[in-house]
């Protein structure tokens, strides 16, 4: 097995891992006869540590062997989410907690950690492609996976499986032929690395688009629900915008595997965005449900697209001793940006489907109008590296 495919094969079982936890762990708290709550603070716990990503980057920039701190936090993550769903209705809920909390806290390592190597496979832009589609996999399988364990054999093996999936991921990263840092000594420092994304133009502007971008995308799973109740009266609707999306995600990484994108990332990115945010308000205006379907398979295509051109954004751009540190971060930050998206949807869903999809659409256009500005007023570049 090459080692590009070992690295495909694991990126999309460790984020099948991770985006179906989600989803096994609320089935879990389900059963077990658990509070509402507790099924949020599972989840919360597992995302929230997200933002302790820098101090990770950090870590992997520094390391000689990138592959055992990898391939730690894969195991790690599986340990600590099968010990989790062991306490869930079993020990007290902050036992639960903790342990999946554990578990959150490798999590960046298991998307911009992740990626962060893969130039030393060398596949060039079209590895890109391939990676974003490991996340559209991983993120669709990974749900789908748990729901179905669920069903057949219960929502605790659900998750074990899952907490194996990501500690056969770690075994397949430890055999990676990644290049030894020779002078981990010259990583740059916390502070230095998260000022990356700020001194650098490109870097800075590509990030500004798609933290604002992940405001949208966070909260397009509820404006789903409330748009599809609003076009064909029933919530299920929703779920089939939702799956759509999915689609048209998958869709887009195919295609940009297939076909790489070509030229200058900062500026793929800007116009993929400004896409998504006219392809946004069309949807809000759509006269009938099968219009808004299209309108979402659009959506998650355009969105598998600009993805791809972010990641090749970080790479280009990113110094090589920081190179980690601008994945995870960029990673972390896009993640605790998706979760206000989705909470500022669910306070505003009053306002109906239609107005929150105009909204997002003037936020992600807001993103690219601030990153023009902003490349006129320091249109400097930045040496690739």
């Known amino acids: 097995m090459s080692g590009l495919l070992r690295y495909l094969t694991a990126a999309v079982l460790v984020r099948g891992a991770d985006s179906g936890a989600s989803v096994g762990l609320l089935l ?11 099924g949020g603070l599972l989840v919360a716990a597992l995302t929230a540590p997200h933002l302790a990503g820098p101090w990770l980057a950090v870590r992997l920039d520094r390391a000689r062997d990138r592959r055992r701190l990898l391939a730690l936090a894969y195991l790690g ?49 079209r590895g890109r492609g391939w990676d ?88 397009l799973p509820v404006v789903a ?9 029933t919530a299920a ?18 295609l940009v595997t297939a076909w790489p994108l070509r030229g200058e990332p900062e500026v793929l990115a800007a116009w993929l965005f400004a896409a998504m945010a006219a392809a946004t308000a069309v949807s809000a205006f759509a006269p009938a449900y099968a219009v808004a379907v299209a309108g979402f398979a659009v959506l998650g295509l355009l969105n598998a697209m600009s993805f791809t051109a972010t990641l090749s954004a970080r790479g280009r751009y ?12 960029s990673a972390g930050l896009k993640v605790t940006s998706a979760a206000a998206g989705a909470a500022l949807a669910g306070a505003a869903s009053g306002l109906g489907g239609r107005a929150l999809l105009l909204a997002a659409a003037a936020t992600t256009g807001l993103a690219v109008a601030a990153a023009v500005v902003d490349g006129k007023l320091s249109p400097a570049s930045v040496p690739a590296r």
């Not at 629900?225 to 009266?233: M, S």
């Open 225 to 233: 629900v409330r748009f599809g109740t609003e076009l064909h009266g």
């Open 132 to 219: 974003a589609l490991t996340y559209g996999v991983g993120g669709t399988a990974g749900p789908a996976a748990a729901a179905t364990l669920t069903a057949l054999a219960g929502p605790l093996e659900a998750v074990l499986t899952l907490a194996v999936a990501a500690g056969a991921a770690g075994a397949l990263v430890v055999t990676l032929p990644l290049a030894g840092h020779a002078r981990p000594e010259d990583a740059a420092g916390l502070r230095a690395g998260l000022a990356v994304l700020v001194r650098r133009g490109p870097l800075r502007r590509v990030t500004v688009m798609t933290l604002l971008a992940a405001l949208e995308l966070g909260a």
């Open 318 to 329: 990113a110094p090589a001793g920081a190179l980690a540190q601008v994945f995870v971060t």
């Open 28 to 38: 879990l708290a389900a059963d077990r006869h658990q509070p509402a709550a507790t």
């Open 237 to 254: 609707a929703g779920a089939t915008l939702t799956v759509a999306y999915g689609a048209g995600s998958l869709l887009g990484s195919a």
């Open 77 to 125: 993550y599986g340990i600590a989410l099968a010990a989790g769903a062991f306490a869930v209705g079993r020990l007290p809920a902050a036992v639960a907690l903790a342990a999946v909390a554990v578990a959150g806290a490798c999590g960046p390592l298991l998307t911009g950690g992740l990626s962060s190597v893969l130039d030393d496979l060398g596949p060039g832009r």
